[in-house]
């Protein structure tokens, strides 16, 4: 099964948060037959930064 997602990972610990996620997706992927399409945005400071 194909799932679309957004990731935003936003300022602080958001990075490395995001980036564990992601790995767990990819594991659970992998486990039971998933993809996932990852598309990323940005929020918080950066994303008002490079507006």
């Known amino acids: 099964m ?3 997602l957004v990731v935003l990972p936003g300022d602080g ?3 490395e948060v995001a980036a564990e996620a992601i ?3 990819t594991t659970v992927g992998r486990r039971f037959g ?3 399409d990852l598309q990323y945005g ?3 400071g950066e994303g008002r930064i490079q507006a």
């Open 2 to 4: 194909q799932f679309n």
């Open 13 to 15: 610990v958001g990075p």
């Open 23 to 25: 790995k767990v997706l």
């Open 34 to 36: 998933h993809s996932f």
């Open 42 to 44: 940005l929020v918080g």
